[in-house]
């Protein structure tokens, strides 16, 4: 059976230390976490993050673990920020052993975004990771899998990868056809879980919050798989929405993946 990783996002209970502890009693080897979040308004972060004065101790309980990072998040490509201002969460993260930068373009010129998108792609390469495209109907400067694609082709960045989460795929009008019109190679890592029904929406960060475990929804989700390279690195990304435990949200929501992959 194929490995997966979890996200911080479906088992925040605990922060980096909980999730990568809780991942090694499932026996999961690969974990997402963030080392720089987005903020709300208040400027508190919205997700935990990697506390870069414990650096040293993490990398140990990581190894203790035997788990390792895929993804560190958030570097988004924003009209207010230069990519530069990450230099720091970035390299964290690549001392921490992540092997991608997850980004989403929300900058809607195409010259300065293009200029931005390059510059991450070269921090990124001087750190030895990939760069993750991710499309979202909330990122308005690539907000589909067509615009990912248009964006790998445009920057021709050889460590741009195009990520393809199912929920923003079905909310954005994408295609399962669309996925199986690429070339394989240009995906880098996919995110998994289930959703009511294939409503097209340009706003839905409630639902992307509010995500259905996998097989509890509709989405073609055993198709979307079969469509990914043995390359792809696949990650549990469902938020815990209460009524249970947070263990036992991730418990379900791991053991569903896995079934799912079988």
Known sequence: MRELALHQITMMDGGPEGLVRFAAEMRLRRVCLFTASPRHAGGSNMFPVVDADNAGSFKKFLRDHHVSIINAEYFPIMPDCDVSEYTGALELAADLGATRAVTHIHETSIIRAEDQLAKLCALATSLGMEVGLEFTGFAKGCDSLIAAKAWHDRMGQANLKIAIDALHLFRTGGALEQ?????PEMIGYAQICDGPDFRL???????????????DGIFPLKEFVTLLGD????DIEVPHTGGISPKAWATRAVHASQSLLQ
Do not use: F, K, T, W
């Open 201 to 215: 929406s340009d706003d839905y960060i409630a639902e992307a919050m509010n995500r259905q475990i996998p097989g």
């Open 231 to 234: 390359h792809v690195d696949i």
């Open 179 to 183: 996925m199986e019109a690429l070339d």
